[in-house]
């Protein structure tokens, strides 16, 4: 297997290059040049293994045994030995045909560090063998930058900058990431929104020279390892629903901003797991939700919401969906995003509109509905969702139908969004490493949202 641009102009390249390259350097991302497939049989047989192995097994179709066996599963047991539970992302049965998977054992308490803990163990094995420097650049919405600099602090050979929209993250995501004193991290807090952070990167990452010249490495889902490790446990949820309720058909529902963790859904139904609907779930950001029901992919209006960390109009990963979408093509996926940058708006046919709604449902879940769906679940099954979750939970039940399955992905534990259950009235108590930022020094810079401005402020940090 190699991997190639969606653009269709960086050729063919192995998996760790995929990893060090993050942004195609055509500006595209890259993707498999084919999936794989795994068949019936097989998946019967992968039933029953442990997250450790699963990952390992899904990892190796990709990896070309670029990375020595006995490696790869040193990595696995090294990332996943941070998790709090065994089960590294436990399924919850919460009603007769309703489970939630908990993605937030890690570290930082979000679904991210289940690749990021990945990915920061094998940049520091990359940095050892090929004596390689890694600079990391990323732009978080609050919870990848919290992730991908609990995975590489202090890590030698490493320097991680993180943008984030200036006082648009909790303020348990802005402790988490700004209250770390390792001189190898620097939080930049940019007068904009995420879109804008995203911008800035992209387009540093597609200047090749500057990406070239400072070694820059992504850590957000434009690197394929993000989606890869996310993959692992559509795989791992729905073989315990399958021991729960042998033969059922399976929904997942996705709480989405990048559309990144929804893509990986989407990747494990066409490598063969039998994934029934793909339900998207949006807050009022909802430009993915219209996509779905119209056709029409055009930024709206940003609106600050109850789950910042899905306040996202531009999905960094619907190019990787558009370029499946128009069968594979890349000249006319590049098309497409060119006149996306050119009229800021994507407009598909019937005929492909249909492909979307048979691949994904979605719904857009509204500031009161979200809080609504916090207060009932508290009430009726003692379930504290967070308000991404949420936002989950409120799409499975208006998209997926009574007599069938759903597994909703929780992809953040409350106590990363205090502001919002206290609106329902909730006291919550935090788990101690967060209790305990709320002591600790902070360390950011707050910049304006110019290239310039942050090309500026990478040059003294990579050069220090
Ligand atoms: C807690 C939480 N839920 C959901 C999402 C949406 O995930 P994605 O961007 O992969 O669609 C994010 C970040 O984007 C998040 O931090
Ligand atoms: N919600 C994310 C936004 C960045 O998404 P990524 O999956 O591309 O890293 C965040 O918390 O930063």
Redesign the pocket.
Known sequence: MNFISTRGKTAGIGFIDTVLMGLADDGGLLIPNEIPHISAARLKEMESLSYQDLAYEVFSYYTNNEIPDEDLKDLIRQSYATFRDPEVTPVKKLTDNMYVMELFHGPTF???DVALQFLGNLYAYVSKKQNEIIHILGAT????GASAIEGVRGKEGIRICILHPHQKVSRVQELQMTTVDDENVLNLSVEGTFDDCQRIIKDLFADVPFKTKYHLRAIN?INFVRILA?TVYYFYAYFRVQKDKPGAKVNFS???????????GYLAKRMGLPVNKLILATNENNILERFVLEGVYRPGEFKSTH?P??D?QV???FERYLYYLLGENPQQAAAYMEGFKTDGVITIAPELLSRVQADFAAHGVGGEECLATIGSYYREHGYLL?P??ACGVAAYEKCSPAEEVCVT?S??HPA?FNESIELVGIEQTYPQPIQDLFAKPQHQEIVDSSVEEIVRRLESFYTK
């Not at 919405?141 to 990848?144: E, K, L, N, P, V």
């Not at 996705?254 to 963790?261: A, I, L």
């Open positions: 979000a679904f991210k919405s609050g919870d990848t889902s996310q996705v709480p989405t901003g990048n559309f990144g963790d929804i893509f990986a789950s960390s899905m996202i999905a960094s990963n967070d991404h979750t992905l992809t953040a990363k």
